[in-house]
């Protein structure tokens, strides 16, 4: 799919199908504009696994600028012995003047090297220790910050509310080896809801930013929600960063601006079936998005214990599986000043507007939410244009 501005997608087609080395699972794709490959020069290579009884990285490659894809001849370019080892993502780290790979293995990552993406020279495994093991660790991603490294990692199970979610790891990276500067068995949590799981980022975005985008889903019942024509969808963009609190570095979660310039500049008076709705807080806070049959979503912000909850039990149907209805939890690592929240049909995502805390739920009312109720705050309601 593309888009000139991450909101509105048109589908191109399905240009990479199975195979006899498998089905196709996650990867990433980088523009080889040194024809490093031998592709030629601007070819868009994508890596990506191939999963079959076993699961091994494969190429494809595009000469015209991603409509169509070739498969690489030599495929498969790695392979292991290991049940779970998938997920390439791929970069070009200038420092080293080599290509960069990590990629999931079981319950740790692979970090390798190379000259022309066909040919792998691991470097180094990180995980042991570190982070949540809860369940196996897939689609990683590892994002340059500046003058720290910021290392994604997709777990399922293991999330903080049970079922998938995204932990993240901070440290150093001298493209080989990623040294955590985290405490080990310290858990950071990207997005504390419980529908963010499978997140992947953009390379070379407009202006250095790292966009990322999740995919808006539980596996503890992607499989049973109550959807028709569509199983599930991509969480809103959002752009990463890092910041600083009381001494320890977090990874920072805001929309990405273009989600932003999709609603209209002046606010409306009423809520719509898609719409975004900013909060200045004044202090505690309780926000409560309603419909007439009593369906609701409470979101209650607590000053003293710096913590940002949603309680989803009563959003309307709950009842396809016993791990829907649980409420989330977030610390907000220090004050909140305005909250933006982004409501659906069937989904609602919350973001700090400095961003220091994000959480992304989906919810089924049977009708949309059409009463908005703030105390301790003040809300704008924005329409989409």
Known sequence: ???RDLVNWTFEGDPVLPDALGTIFSGSAVVDKDNTAGFGAGAIVAMYTSAARSQTQSLAYSVDNGKTFVKYAGNPVLVSNTPDFRDPHVFWNEEIGKWNMILAEGQHMKIYTSHNLKEWTFESDFGEGYGC???VWECPDLLNMGDRWLLICNINPGGPFGGSATQYFVGSFDGRKFVCEDTPGEIKWMDWGKDHYATVTFSNAPDGRHVAMPWMSNWQYAGQVPTRQYRSANGLPRDLGLFTYRGESY??????????RAFRDKPSRKLADACRIDVKLRGNATITLSNAKGECVVMTYDVANETFSMDRSKSGDTAFSADFAVGTNAPTRGRIRQLQIFVD????????ADGKMAMSNIVFPSSPYTSLVVNGGKARVYELR
């Open 345 to 352: 049909k069937s989904s609602i995502e919350v973001f700090d």
């Open 1 to 3: 799919s593309i888009s």
């Open 251 to 260: 990874c920072s979660v805001k929309p990405s601006p273009e989600v932003l």
């Open 133 to 135: 093991h809860g369940g």
